[in-house]
């Protein structure tokens, strides 16, 4: 169970960063807002 729990951390560690990621990148491109 403390396996799966950390796996599941790690996953949505993943997404979390992937999201972050695409949603910066949207910024930068249309306008560079910070």
């Known amino acids: 169970m403390k396996e799966?729990?950390?796996e599941?951390?790690?996953a949505l560690g993943i997404a979390?960063?992937?999201a972050l990621?695409?949603?910066m990148q949207k910024e930068?491109?249309?306008g560079g807002e910070k």
Do not use: V, Y
Request: net charge negative.
């Open 16 to 18: 979390l960063g992937a």
């Open 28 to 30: 930068d491109s249309s």
């Open 4 to 6: 799966s729990l950390e």
């Open 8 to 10: 599941n951390k790690i």
């Open 21 to 23: 990621g695409s949603t």
